[in-house]
């Protein structure tokens, strides 16, 4: 098989894997154990904490450790948006995943005022439609890092400093775009940041969000006070060792031979098959995303050609597969909803060769023209 859905999830790592294996197999006892296998848990968790918050430019009483980049929207849109005084106007973009979606649709019905931010026809948040829409009541502004559909990456660290010159907290869901930077959270000027494991090389069910430690919050999960009450749980002493090794694995050098080998493939696809269109912007993207629009094919029928030659791809949204609505990135940026249902996205890593991406766009080219 040819994977090309890393966007959904990646395999995990061997150095990932190799440095969780010692705290599932011999320093499992559970961190708030007074006894010592307890006490060096919670060493492994401290330890694992400082890494993750360095790797980010934070500090470690600033990382919350949750199940995943669902739970850490969760966290930050209503977390936020019910603990900040400000007001109940909330601003999020029009194209964030559901997990920041949903959380302000839910907000919403609690009687909050949920404005979406429209972007332009490549998926961007203009900083100067922000500017516009920003008033003193507004709680919390969401806006992704980069888009899990089309790849689009959002200038967040322009958008936050509009946000900043208002007063108002702006959160980021960098889980598409922590695989391919460096994040700083200082640098980017964000309040919150959301991020997930399982795109970055660990096992799924295991996330943090990063908190700037003056941003109040509202706990979502409530228990035995775990994480300063933020988010109660025993928590995943391996899960959170595996998201520190595989953050401090990201390098500049991958993302630059990746995006090389994706103009490649796009160059390739656009010009075997007719009428087709890259989504997304051109330059400001995802350097292991390609998602195109395939007018007169249906997305899922070409998605289940290619998987019956072996290539596994994705539609659209894969954390809305199996929904075949239009997606709500498309019609965001402009598409007709007939257009947006022929979406193919094909996302990769820095272990996918040229040999298998000009494999699967001659595919591609195939399946849809028959040649
Ligand atoms: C942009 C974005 N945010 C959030 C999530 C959800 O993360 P998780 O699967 O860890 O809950 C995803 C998953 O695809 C995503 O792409």
């Known amino acids: 098989m040819t994977y090309l859905d890393e966007a959904a999830t990646s395999p995990v790592r061997r150095q990932v894997l190799e440095a969780m294996w010692p705290w599932l197999v011999r320093d499992f006892a559970n961190p708030a154990s007074s006894h010592e296998a307890g006490a060096s848990a919670r060493r ?4 694992a904490r400082a890494r993750i918050a360095r790797a980010l430019g934070g500090r470690p009483g600033e990382v919350v450790l949750t199940s995943g980049g669902t739970e850490a929207d969760n966290l930050a ?3 936020i948006a019910l603990a900040e005084p400000r007001g109940r106007h909330l601003l999020v973009s029009a194209v964030e995943h559901p997990a920041v979606l949903e959380s302000a649709a839910f907000l919403a019905r609690t009687g909050f005022e949920v404005e979406l931010l429209p972007v332009d026809g490549d998926g961007l948040v203009r900083p100067e439609v922000l500017a516009a829409a920003l008033r003193d009541d507004t709680t919390l502004v969401s806006v992704q890092l980069a888009n899990n559909e089309v790849g689009t990456v959002q200038p967040v660290a322009e958008l936050a ?10 959160h980021t869901d960098a889980v598409q775009a922590a695989p ?3 994040l700083d959270v200082a640098a980017l000027g964000v309040r919150a940041l959301s991020l997930s494991g399982h795109k970055l090389g660990t096992p799924k069910g295991v996330g943090a969000l990063w908190l700037h430690r003056r941003q109040p919050v509202e706990p979502l999960v409530h228990g035995g006070g775990q994480q300063r009450g933020l988010r109660s749980g025993t928590e995943d002493v391996a899960g959170a060792v595996g998201l520190a090794t595989a953050l401090e694995l990201v390098g500049p050098v991958a993302a630059a031979e990746v995006a090389a080998r994706r103009d490649r493939f796009v160059a390739r696809v656009l010009a075997g098959v007719p009428g087709a269109r890259l989504t997304g912007h051109p330059t400001r993207r995802l350097p292991g995303h390609a998602s195109f629009v395939l007018p007169g094919t249906s997305g899922e029928s070409v998605l289940v050609d ?12 894969a954390c809305a597969a199996g929904r075949s609505d239009p997606s709500h990135v498309l019609t965001a940026m402009g598409f007709e909803a007939e257009v947006a249902q022929t979406a193919v996205r094909f996302s990769f890593g820095a272990a996918t060769s040229e040999a298998e991406l000009d494999h699967a766009a001659d595919t591609l080219v195939q399946v849809v023209t028959g040649v």
Do not use: E
């Open 44 to 47: 492994g968790l401290d330890d």
């Open 77 to 79: 849109v209503k977390g």
């Open 180 to 182: 391919w930077q460096r």
């Open 161 to 170: 400093a509009v946000a900043a010159g208002r007063g108002v907290p702006f």
């Open 306 to 317: 290619l998987d019956a030659r072996g290539i596994a791809c994705s539609s659209g949204s």
